[in-house]
């Protein structure tokens, strides 16, 4: 059938498309699908023209975004259109890529910097599929513009950042989150050291001694998320209680036996070999804390210094005279022998033995006031049992 033909058919059937397929079913189903096609294509077209002028309107809203998580959606969904959009894209991309940049870095520079870690990288991964994107236009300027920013930004923007972070923070437990970030981090070079060495040269600054915010940071410091820091800062704080000749802060002491860690006090005390420093914590610290081990642990310390320990041992065994454990407790403690001499050590040891001796008589007392009591408890009950009547059924016999 001629397509003037069909077209009279069509005509005729007033453009019935059920009468047409009766008449033409070949032409009617070819037609249908040239139409079908045609609407296809159309769509195509129509929906590639309205997605290129969104990539269009991307490329120049981006530098509108007033948040950075704005920016970062609207900028991976660029990355992601560029290839798909036509070079005209690629050219308006080209010529606000600057402000673009820029506009990215104003977004992230007032955040925290464990945010800012996040947000560089993921610019910088932005930045290369913009670069890997651009490639099949073969715009040079665009290509290698995004490249070299996709490194700039954590090579120079971020490595600054942290740089300066680390020279002008307070080391204290609030920054904890944000150095567990940075160390991260770190550990995803290739040189780690480069950031890491920034941090433990400030850290070395302070005196892990004397900094009580320092002592408390690296006590909630985890060696798993803030590694070779961790490590630096805990050698150092080991370091002190294994040094005799190193002074620890009265607010540190003072926080160890808050936070119920007094061992580390303790030992500390009593090794501490600069006589000076530990009559100062004598001072504050001696028979004020009501902890007898503390007392003792200055004791123990060989080091002479103005003490009252022997006023302070006679008047703890005076108040526990009958107090066996505690007498024992204390004469066996070190230093005690050498405080009291070997006279009054001698005799201290004799009423431990006394105590002993008097708490034994008391239990053998004890013991045969026991067995007296059980023994009449007895006697009147067998003394009960020979007061009872004669039995009835022998009473009746008698009678008959």
């Not at 139409?35 to 809203?61: H, M, Q």
């Not at 610019?123 to 513009?145: C, D, P, R, W």
């Not at 070079?189 to 400030?202: A, F, Q």
């Given at each position: 059938?001629?397509?003037?033909?069909?077209?009279?058919?069509?005509?005729d059937s007033s453009?019935?498309?059920?009468?047409?397929?009766?008449?033409?079913?070949?032409?009617?189903?070819?037609?249908?699908?040239?139409?079908?096609?045609?609407?296809?294509?159309?769509?195509?077209?129509?929906?590639?023209?309205?997605?290129?002028?969104?990539?269009?309107?991307?490329?120049?809203?981006?530098?509108?975004?007033?948040?950075?998580?704005?920016?970062?959606?609207?900028?991976?969904?660029?990355?992601?259109?560029?290839?798909?959009?036509?070079?005209?894209?690629?050219?308006?991309?080209?010529?606000?890529?600057?402000?673009?940049?820029?506009?990215?870095?104003?977004?992230?520079?007032?955040?925290?910097?464990?945010?800012?870690?996040?947000?560089?990288?993921?610019?910088?991964?932005?930045?290369?599929?913009?670069?890997?994107?651009?490639?099949?236009?073969?715009?040079?300027?665009?290509?290698?513009?995004?490249?070299?920013?996709?490194?700039?930004?954590?090579?120079?923007?971020?490595?600054?950042?942290?740089?300066?972070?680390?020279?002008?923070?307070?080391?204290?437990?609030?920054?904890?989150?944000?150095?567990?970030?940075?160390?991260?981090?770190?550990?995803?070079?290739?040189?780690?050291?480069?950031?890491?060495?920034?941090?433990?040269?400030?850290?070395?600054?302070?005196?892990?001694?004397?900094?009580?915010?320092?002592?408390?940071?690296?006590?909630?410091?985890?060696?798993?998320?803030?590694?070779?820091?961790?490590?630096?800062?805990?050698?150092?704080?080991?370091?002190?209680?294994?040094?005799?000749?190193?002074?620890?802060?009265?607010?540190?002491?003072?926080?160890?036996?808050?936070?119920?860690?007094?061992?580390?006090?303790?030992?500390?005390?009593?090794?501490?070999?600069?006589?000076?420093?530990?009559?100062?914590?004598?001072?504050?610290?001696?028979?004020?804390?009501?902890?007898?081990?503390?007392?003792?642990?200055?004791?123990?310390?060989?080091?002479?210094?103005?003490?009252?320990?022997?006023?302070?041992i006679d008047e703890?065994?005076?108040?526990?005279?009958?107090?066996?454990?505690?007498?024992?407790?204390?004469?066996?403690?070190?230093?005690?022998?050498?405080?009291?001499?070997?006279?009054?050590?001698?005799?201290?040891?004799?009423?431990?033995?006394?105590?002993?001796?008097?708490?034994?008589?008391?239990?053998?007392?004890?013991?045969?006031?026991?067995?007296?009591k059980r023994a009449?408890?007895?006697?009147?009950?067998?003394?009960?049992?020979?007061?009872?009547?004669?039995?009835?059924?022998?009473?009746?016999?008698?009678?008959?």
């Amino acid at each position: 059938m001629s397509l003037s033909d069909f077209i009279t058919i069509v005509k005729d059937s007033s453009f019935n498309i059920s009468e047409i397929y009766q008449k033409a079913p070949n032409e009617t189903l070819i037609a249908l699908g040239t139409i079908v096609v045609l609407i296809f294509i159309g769509y195509f077209f129509i929906d590639r023209s309205i997605k290129r002028k969104n990539a269009l309107k991307l490329v120049e809203t981006l530098q509108d975004s007033k948040t950075f998580d704005e920016f970062d959606k609207k900028i991976k969904e660029l990355a992601e259109e560029l290839p798909k959009r036509g070079e005209e894209v690629a050219t308006s991309l080209n010529s606000l890529k600057e402000h673009i940049l820029f506009r990215g870095a104003k977004l992230i520079a007032n955040l925290d910097i464990d945010k800012k870690i996040d947000s560089y990288i993921s610019l910088s991964k932005s930045f290369e599929n913009l670069a890997i994107g651009s490639k099949k236009y073969n715009n040079t300027e665009l290509t290698n513009f995004f490249e070299t920013k996709s490194k700039e930004v954590l090579e120079d923007n971020l490595f600054l950042d942290i740089k300066y972070y680390c020279e002008n923070i307070n080391y204290n437990t609030a920054e904890l989150e944000n150095i567990n970030a940075i160390v991260s981090y770190a550990n995803t070079l290739s040189n780690p050291n480069l950031i890491l060495d920034i941090m433990k040269k400030e850290l070395n600054r302070f005196s892990f001694g004397y900094n009580s915010d320092i002592y408390k940071l690296v006590e909630s410091m985890s060696e798993e998320k803030t590694k070779q820091i961790y490590k630096y800062c805990q050698d150092k704080i080991d370091s002190i209680f294994e040094n005799a000749d190193c002074e620890l802060s009265i607010n540190i002491l003072d926080y160890l036996i808050e936070s119920k860690q007094n061992e580390k006090v303790y030992n500390y005390i009593s090794a501490l070999k600069l006589s000076n420093y530990l009559q100062q914590l004598y001072n504050l610290f001696f028979d004020k804390k009501d902890d007898i081990h503390l007392d003792l642990a200055f004791i123990a310390n060989p080091l002479s210094i103005e003490n009252e320990y022997k006023k302070y041992i006679d008047e703890s065994l005076t108040n526990n005279w009958r107090d066996k454990e505690h007498i024992e407790f204390v004469s066996k403690s070190k230093g005690v022998i050498e405080v009291l001499g070997h006279m009054e050590f001698r005799t201290l040891i004799e009423r431990v033995d006394n105590i002993a001796l008097n708490e034994e008589n008391t239990k053998k007392i004890e013991e045969a006031l026991s067995i007296a009591k059980r023994a009449e408890s007895i006697a009147l009950e067998a003394k009960s049992l020979n007061k009872r009547p004669i039995s009835t059924n022998i009473q009746n016999s008698v009678n008959n």
